[in-house]
């Protein structure tokens, strides 16, 4: 309801009173660029996932990825 209610008001706000959506668009796209960049190439797979699914070296990986950007001491089990 909200995101449906989101598009009626930019859409009323760019039809009645501004004409300079350009930008806006401009800074969406950006931002679903670098969502989809991070989604597939910097994001890990949930260590959760992986455990679930048997496969725990790379569980083990994304652990210590995780704790890497984290700033904490790698995994090391």
């Known amino acids: 309801m909200i995101v449906g ?3 009626i008001i930019g859409i009323t706000y760019f039809w ?3 004409k300079n959506w350009l ?3 401009i800074f969406g796209c950006a931002v679903g660029l670098v969502s989809f960049v991070g989604t597939y ?3 890990p797979e ?3 996932f992986l455990i679930t699914m048997k496969r725990y070296d790379e569980a083990r990986a ?3 990825y995780i704790a890497k950007m984290n700033g904490k001491p790698e995994f090391n089990q």
Request: proline share 6%; no cysteine; charged share 10%.
């Open 5 to 7: 209610l989101t598009s």
């Open 16 to 18: 009645v009173i501004s």
């Open 23 to 25: 930008y806006l668009e």
């Open 41 to 43: 190439f910097l994001i």
């Open 46 to 48: 949930s260590p959760k």
């Open 62 to 64: 994304a652990i210590s």
